[in-house]
């Protein structure tokens, strides 16, 4: 079964509005999640690496102001679109790794702005 | 710096052909390898990685992959294509020693499966 939950699958906003990802680590203790995005028919592209209890790392050209991310537990971590527009469009993914580095992904986010 | 090329962007092949799907790797230190493959609108599950060792590495549905430096690739194959193989397949690479999860992806392959 899935051990890295994501929700949700898949939602549309109005633009300017802001909608936050939630990614669950289900049986383990997420020290480190990361956060991809997807646009269609193309590779995943890192966004961001968040450690539980500290400010994330964005990658370079990632607005951080735009893309919030926190991880306040071993077990969650939120991605935030703030003031999505229509080029936010995309499929958000998160993976997560825990102490023994195994790494897992979430099933993704499909957000759509109108 | 790391990169990952994967040549062919769509592959077809009929049901119980060989599968073949290359990856090309630029790494300055010794890489850590891995084929991932993505079902639509859903995320990525790890098919098989190399990480030190054996260059022949296996996965799961009957996936293998062969460690190259002297070629610097990491091709992913299966003798027998089933339908249900048929998906989006990502390569990767991360820097060793730590497998931290921040992987860089190819641009991925659309495998296609024809009865």
């Known amino acids: 079964g899935a051990v890295v939950s994501q929700h949700p699958s898949w939602v549309i906003c109005k633009s300017g509005t802001s909608v936050k990802i939630e990614c669950r680590s289900l049986d383990f203790q997420a020290t480190t999640m990361f956060w991809y995005r997807q646009f269609p028919k193309q590779s995943l592209m890192l966004m961001a690496t968040?450690?539980?209890?500290?400010?994330?790392?964005?990658e370079q050209g990632v607005e951080k102001d735009k893309f919030l991310i926190n991880h306040a537990s071993l077990t969650l971590s939120t991605l935030t679109v703030t003031s999505a527009h229509p080029e936010d469009s995309s499929f958000y993914i998160c993976?997560?790794?825990?102490?023994?580095?195994?790494?897992?992904f979430g099933s993704g986010t499909q957000l759509s702005v109108l | 710096a790391q990169s990952v090329t994967q040549l062919g962007s769509h592959v077809s092949v009929s049901e119980g052909a060989l599968v073949l799907l290359r990856c090309n790797y630029s790494s300055s230190v010794p890489p850590y390898l891995f084929w991932y493959v993505q079902y639509p609108n859903q995320g990525l599950q790890l098919l098989l990685k190399?990480?030190?060792?054996?260059?022949l590495v296996k996965g799961i549905n009957g996936f293998e992959a062969e460690f190259k430096k002297s070629e610097t690739s990491f091709h992913l194959t299966k003798p027998s294509a089933h339908m249900s193989d048929a998906a989006e397949y990502f390569c990767a690479v991360s820097v060793a020693p730590s497998n931290t999860g921040k992987l860089i992806f190819g641009q991925g392959t659309t495998l296609q499966v024809k009865p």
């Open positions: 993976s997560a790794t825990g102490s023994d580095e195994k790494l897992f």
């Open positions: 968040s450690n539980e209890g500290s400010k994330a790392t964005y």
């Open positions: 190399y990480t030190t060792g054996a260059t």
